[in-house]
């Protein structure tokens, strides 16, 4: 067990549609990173937040967007959901901004019908 | 930009042999490497890492040594088990804008049969 939660487990969801991914950090973790994790591009950086700012961008789509709560919990916003962003997504957590040890979540599996 | 690439599988081996999974980066500077894990089912989990030229990374078995001069970061186990069965990849952090994101290789799939 990392000590990142992620929660749901397992979304099913329709196209068009709107969804909310929660990640949980470790304790005494400032730094989150999302990743995404499909069969067509492998594992991929979204976006990294550090003590509630956004600090690196990846290749996320802008209609994904993710924030980062003062008590470090955070959230992916995925909108206007696509069959292709049917994807496991990832979190990890990292205790400060150049630590470069990334404890992973289990993942939340989304499936766009 | 920086890359990783690593042998595609799937690696089907038998109890007691030998495990060899290649992997080269591209990048900048110096990053660090690393190999993760992926268990059916579950994240990724860290195997072990290196941070600089020539440094080993060893864990439960598992050992890569980090050549700059070949620019890469070969994963190698003398006797690999049933229960090594999983996802390998190797992946890099390249502090750039003062972020250590992770660019990963593709996966390799290992399976060990009794």
Same mark, same amino acid.
């Given at each position: 067990?990392? @000590? %990142?939660? *992620?929660?749901?487990?397992?979304?099913?969801t329709a196209t068009g549609?709107? %969804?909310?991914?929660?990640?949980?950090?470790?304790? @005494?973790?400032?730094?989150?990173?999302?990743?995404?994790?499909?069969?067509?591009? @492998?594992? *991929?950086?979204?976006?990294?937040?550090?003590?509630? =700012?956004?600090?690196?961008? @990846?290749?996320?789509?802008?209609?994904?967007?993710? *924030?980062?709560?003062?008590?470090?919990?955070? =959230?992916?916003?995925?909108?206007?959901?696509?069959?292709?962003?049917?994807?496991?997504?990832?979190?990890?957590?990292?205790?400060?901004?150049?630590?470069?040890?990334?404890?992973?979540?289990?993942?939340?599996?989304?499936?766009?019908? | 930009?920086?890359?990783v690439t690593q042998m595609?599988?799937?690696?089907?081996?038998?109890?007691?042999?030998?495990?060899?999974?290649?992997? /080269?980066? /591209?990048?900048?500077?110096?990053?660090? #490497?690393?190999?993760?894990?992926?268990?059916?089912?579950?994240?990724?989990?860290?195997?072990?890492?290196?941070?600089?030229?020539?440094?080993?990374?060893?864990?439960?078995?598992?050992?890569?040594?980090?050549?700059?001069?070949?620019?890469?970061?070969?994963?190698?186990?003398?006797?690999?088990?049933?229960?090594?069965?999983?996802?390998?990849?190797?992946? #890099?952090?390249?502090?750039?804008?003062?972020?250590?994101?992770?660019?990963?290789?593709?996966?390799?799939?290992?399976?060990?049969?009794?």
């Open positions: 067990d990392s @000590g %990142v939660t *992620q929660t749901p487990k397992h979304l099913i549609q709107r %969804v909310t991914l929660r990640c949980s950090p470790r304790s @005494g973790d400032l730094s989150v990173y999302w990743y995404q994790q499909s069969l067509d591009q @492998g594992l *991929q950086f979204l976006i990294q937040y550090y003590n509630g =700012e956004e600090r690196a961008k @990846g290749n996320i789509l802008e209609r994904f967007s993710a *924030q980062q709560f003062p008590d470090l919990h955070s =959230e992916l916003n995925l909108s206007s959901l696509e069959l292709g962003d049917s994807a496991l997504y990832f979190c990890a957590s990292v205790q400060g901004p150049w630590d470069n040890e990334q404890f992973f979540g289990p993942g939340t599996r989304l499936t766009v019908l | 930009g920086d890359s595609e599988g799937p690696v089907t081996l038998s109890e007691e042999a030998f495990l060899t999974i290649n992997c /080269t980066y /591209t990048a900048t500077g110096y990053p660090s #490497l690393f190999w993760y894990v992926q268990y059916p089912g579950e994240g990724l989990q860290l195997l072990l890492k290196a941070t600089k030229a020539d440094d080993k990374g060893s864990n439960k078995g598992f050992e890569a040594t980090y050549r700059k001069e070949t620019t890469s970061f070969h994963l190698e186990k003398g006797s690999v088990q049933v229960s090594d069965s999983a996802v390998y990849f190797c992946a #890099l952090s390249a502090p750039g804008a003062g972020s250590y994101q992770l660019t990963f290789g593709k996966g390799t799939k290992l399976s060990v049969i009794p």
